[in-house]
């Protein structure tokens, strides 16, 4: 399997713009996990899905971010406008056996904001 | 609410040395805990998954415990090589009101000289 996949690798945008993060889980996996990581905070969890269904949508800093999931091999994280403070890296992951099976991440997505 | 704390902070040893890194939690209702580790710019990788009914887990050179009780875990690293080198974040899977919740620790970041 080729893991969790997501893209852009790296993003380096305007404050202001819009930025689109996407994952591909690993397949047969039901749940999906957007994380954010800084320095400072640590690893946060924004939003995650099980069965294709956002169930936790607490860590989402702000209206200007969102997420979907519209089907079993796809989901975006979406900010807009973005802002400076937005830098981070975001990790997407999933698992199977529910929510409570062993977690897999992606590469994750470093974006920079200017 | 859960709190995840990892001690050491930052650890140096020899080549060769058998080390143990620490994770403690607040919270006792707990589904799972898992260890990771990350290498800089990478994303996460899975290192051992701990059933809240499991004692222990073992890997290869790793072997991680687990006392619900006490809310501690350790991973224990036999005969480290320069490749250990990484940061370790230890994760504990928690119940919630909605669905449950994936809480990081801070990280060990560990360094193995040659």
């Known amino acids: 399997d080729a893991g969790v996949i997501q893209s852009p690798r790296h993003e380096v945008t305007e404050m202001g713009q819009e930025v689109t993060l996407r994952c591909k889980p690993i397949s047969g996996h039901n749940s999906l996990f957007w994380y954010r990581q800084t320095m400072m905070r640590g690893l946060e969890l924004l939003i995650y899905?099980?069965?294709?269904?956002?169930?936790?949508d607490s860590g989402m800093p702000e209206d200007r971010f969102s997420a979907k999931m519209p089907n079993a091999s796809f989901s975006t994280l979406k900010i807009q406008p973005s802002e400076p403070r937005d830098s981070a890296v975001y990790f997407c992951?999933?698992?199977?056996?529910?929510?409570?099976?062993?977690?897999?991440f992606g590469e994750g997505s470093r974006l920079t904001v200017l | 609410k859960q709190e995840v704390t990892q001690i050491p902070a930052a650890l140096s040893v020899p080549e060769g040395e058998n080390l143990v890194l620490n994770c403690s939690f607040t919270?006792?209702?707990?589904?799972?805990l898992q260890w990771f580790r990350q290498d800089p710019g990478k994303g996460l990788t899975s290192l051992l998954l701990?059933?809240?009914?499991?004692r222990e887990q073992t890997s290869g050179r790793l072997n991680a415990s687990l006392d619900k009780s006490s809310g501690r875990s350790t991973l224990y690293i036999a005969a480290s090589q320069p490749g250990d080198s990484a940061t370790y974040l230890c994760?504990?899977?928690?119940?919630?009101?909605?669905?449950?919740?994936?809480?990081f620790g801070a990280g060990t970041i560990l360094r193995v000289k040659s």
């Open positions: 899905f099980n069965n294709n269904v956002p169930i936790d």
């Open positions: 994760a504990v899977r928690r119940r919630m009101e909605y669905g449950n919740k994936l809480v």
């Open positions: 919270d006792s209702a707990i589904y799972n």
């Open positions: 701990i059933q809240s009914s499991q």
């Open positions: 992951a999933s698992s199977s056996g529910g929510t409570t099976g062993e977690l897999f």
